[in-house]
Structures are given as structure tokens and as C-alpha cells.
């Protein structure tokens, strides 16, 4: 039995919190057979990405809306004992999930994942969501470990801009007030085995190394919320900047 108290009570003064053994070991085998399956499923192009490698081959980088393309991740997700962090954080009894991915991180082309705040993505009034990111593989600082600017919260949701990399990814733009400030928290490194679960809140700044090893650095992620509201202007705004910048690409 977990202690959901003492969860929440670290992720409330870290803004992040470590689940050992999230998953078992028999369940990680069957959620890889599935990636194997949706690896070779026609996805929406919004929801599949690919890196080149030095052989100008396509390398799956990420896959997106995963829950929508698989019946076993909608169930696997869904029937994740993550209410009780939902109701300790936000003493909301109900939770909404979304955002599933995978996102690959494949040898020595895994690209690196700028630092961000998830509800510049999500656009909830109150940010009152979680995301579960839970490691296919052991990730450490070599094969693309994440990162945490611990208690960095208290900012607030920062300024995003495009970042180019990644199809639809923002990153925090770099201001001079931004780099002042982030100087206060420190920055920590996260090494996980498979099947441990990361969690953190929706305005922790954060993001991830690249992959250069000769190993995969796999995790799928989604995200949960209590029943906040979508701040439909700046879900309308961060939409247009998007679209402004994805069409100077073309």
C-alpha cells in the first residue's frame, strides 16, 4: 500500500515526486508487445514522429494520443491508482486523463527536450493536472534523463515560444528575468529503473537531455487532471502562435 500523504507531501515541496515499481515487470513486457503493435499502425501524422539517422532512415521518435489508437493503454491509464494523488493535491475526487505518449528517445539520435512548463501546453485556468511519466528503460544523464528545477512552481507559467525541433514543442523564452530567476532552484537529475513513475505538476520547469548512448531511453507519459477548466483565450492564443510558426516553416 502506498503512502499517498507522504507522495503528495513531496510533491507539494519539490513539485515532482518518484513512484519505485509503478509497473510491473510483467506489465512493462505487455506495454512494450503493444508498442510494437502501434509502431506499425497508420497514425494521425500529428501523432508520429520520426529523427533521420546518419542513414537518412526515419527512427520513431515519439507517438502521441496513444490511448486514442490502443484499447489496452486507454484501460492501462484509466485503471491507474492515481485518484487518491488527485484528491491529496486538489481534494478533487474526480480526475480527467489526456495527453498519453511515448515518446522513444532512440540511441544516439534521442533529441533533447527544452525546458517547459506542461500547462503552457494544457492551458488549464487553475493548473491543477499531473503528468506520469513512467520509464520503459533505465534512463540516467547519459541516454536523456529528465530534469527538474525543484520547487520552480512558484514562478508561475512563463512566457513559451516555438522551440522547432519537435512538430508542435514550446520552449520558455529566455528572458533576462527567466535566467535570473531560474538561478534559484536547483536543478536535479533523475535516474529510474523500468517501471518506476515520475510525476510532477503542471508549472515545474523542466525537460529532458538528448540520447547519444548506445541504448534506448523509452517512457510513456500522460497526463491527469482534476475537472479544471480549459482558459479557452490562452488555449486560442498559444494555438495561433503555433500555427504562425509552423506555417513560416513550410
Given at each position: ?32 508487445s503493444e508498442i510494437k503493435k502501434l509502431e506499425k499502425k497508420d ?68 533529441l533533447p527536450t527544452k525546458i517547459h512548463q506542461d500547462n503552457a ?130
Amino acid at each position: 500500500m502506498r503512502d499517498y500523504k507522504k507522495i503528495v507531501e513531496t510533491l507539494t515541496n519539490n513539485n515532482f515526486v518518484i513512484i519505485k515499481n509503478f509497473f510491473t515487470q510483467n506489465t512493462l513486457r505487455i506495454i512494450k508487445s503493444e508498442i510494437k503493435k502501434l509502431e506499425k499502425k497508420d497514425l494521425n501524422k500529428r501523432d508520429k514522429h520520426y529523427v533521420l539517422n546518419d542513414k537518412n532512415q526515419n527512427v520513431l521518435s515519439s507517438m502521441h494520443n496513444i490511448h486514442l489508437y490502443s484499447k489496452f493503454y486507454k484501460d492501462l491509464i484509466s485503471e491507474c491508482d492515481l485518484k487518491h494523488v488527485i484528491l491529496e493535491r486538489y481534494g478533487s475526487r474526480s480526475k480527467r486523463i489526456f495527453n498519453a505518449s511515448l515518446f522513444a528517445k532512440p540511441k544516439s539520435y534521442g533529441l533533447p527536450t527544452k525546458i517547459h512548463q506542461d500547462n503552457a501546453f494544457f492551458n488549464l485556468e487553475n493548473a491543477e493536472a499531473l503528468t506520469c511519466w513512467v520509464a520503459l528503460d533505465s534512463s540516467n544523464k547519459r541516454n536523456g534523463s529528465l530534469f527538474y528545477y525543484k520547487g520552480s512552481s512558484e514562478l508561475g507559467l512563463q512566457n513559451h515560444i516555438p522551440e522547432g525541433n519537435l512538430g508542435a514543442s514550446m520552449t520558455i523564452e529566455q528572458s533576462t528575468s527567466f535566467l535570473k530567476n531560474i538561478k534559484k532552484y536547483k536543478k536535479i537529475y533523475i535516474d529510474v529503473k523500468p517501471g518506476d513513475c515520475v510525476i510532477h505538476d503542471a508549472l515545474v520547469v523542466h525537460g529532458s537531455e538528448g540520447n547519444k548512448s548506445s541504448t534506448n531511453r523509452r517512457a510513456i507519459n500522460f497526463s491527469i487532471s482534476s475537472l479544471d477548466k480549459v482558459d479557452k483565450i490562452k488555449l486560442k492564443i498559444y494555438k495561433d502562435k503555433l500555427r504562425k510558426f509552423l506555417n513560416k516553416k513550410k
